[in-house]
């Protein structure tokens, strides 16, 4: 029973260049965070979203990001035209339908050079 | 523009000694607390959970106790050990279907 899954666990960007991140959750689940996390920080909500919907974007910065949770595959959170306070690890993690607790990622990191 | 972050407040113990790490959370209405731990590298990692109804629950060398008056949590470990280094974040759930973190603490256990 895989986890949740994230790839690329590393990426590297150039300034003004796109980043995608992939989540692929817990089987099952349907509940899909995202969470930024910058190097001695705390984790900072950025989305939460539903099979198709997104629930609660107030994390997330109204430029150049976006995310999606489409009814196949895995949620993505794009990040367009890179810049160097974007990178950060970003966390991925799941839950079912009546559960609380949350499964995470390992993290995609993201470095902007 | 983003706000400034805030580094993590660290803790250190000495090894087979009891570790507090404590929580304040920012919502009354909040009814269910999680504890997580992340290790260097890794994802955050259940620990414990709690509901709003109970003051103390108990696992295999945690404890999580719960103030509901002022608003506070606090995670013991009993008897540190080395692999209890991480940082550890307390959740709360402010909605139904929502969960935000607090800051989170550094934990080191010295040998």
């Known amino acids: 029973n895989a986890g949740v899954m994230q790839n690329p666990r590393h990426l590297v960007r150039r300034r003004g260049q796109e980043a995608r991140l992939r989540c692929s959750p817990m089987?099952?689940?349907?509940?899909v965070y995202w969470y930024r996390q910058l190097p001695e920080e705390g984790l900072k909500f950025m989305v939460y979203?539903?099979?198709?919907?997104?629930?609660?974007e107030s994390g997330m910065p109204k430029e150049r990001f976006s995310a999606e949770f489409p009814k196949e595959g895995p949620s993505i959170l794009r990040i367009q035209q890179v810049v160097r306070g974007d990178s950060a690890a970003y966390f991925c993690?799941?839950?079912?339908?009546?559960?609380?607790?949350?499964?995470f990622g390992e993290g995609s990191r993201l470095t902007v050079l | 523009g983003e706000s400034v972050g805030l580094h993590l407040p660290t803790l250190s113990v000495q090894e087979g000694d009891n570790s507090i790490i404590n929580c304040a959370y920012s919502?009354?209405?909040?009814?269910?607390f999680i504890w997580y731990k992340q290790e260097s590298g890794k994802g955050p990692q259940f620990i414990i959970d709690?509901?709003?109804?109970?003051d103390k629950r108990q696992g295999q060398r945690v404890t999580v106790l719960l103030n509901k008056t002022v608003k506070h949590l606090s995670l013991q470990i009993a008897a540190t050990q080395p692999g209890d280094s991480a940082v550890y974040f307390c959740?709360?759930?402010?909605?139904?279907?929502?969960?935000?973190f607090g800051a989170g603490t550094r934990l080191t256990v010295k040998p």
């Open positions: 959740a709360e759930n402010i909605l139904v279907d929502d969960m935000r």
């Open positions: 979203l539903q099979k198709e919907n997104i629930i609660d």
């Open positions: 709690i509901r709003s109804n109970m």
């Open positions: 919502n009354s209405a909040s009814d269910y």
């Open positions: 089987k099952g689940h349907s509940h």
């Open positions: 993690a799941s839950r079912g339908a009546h559960t609380g607790e949350l499964f």
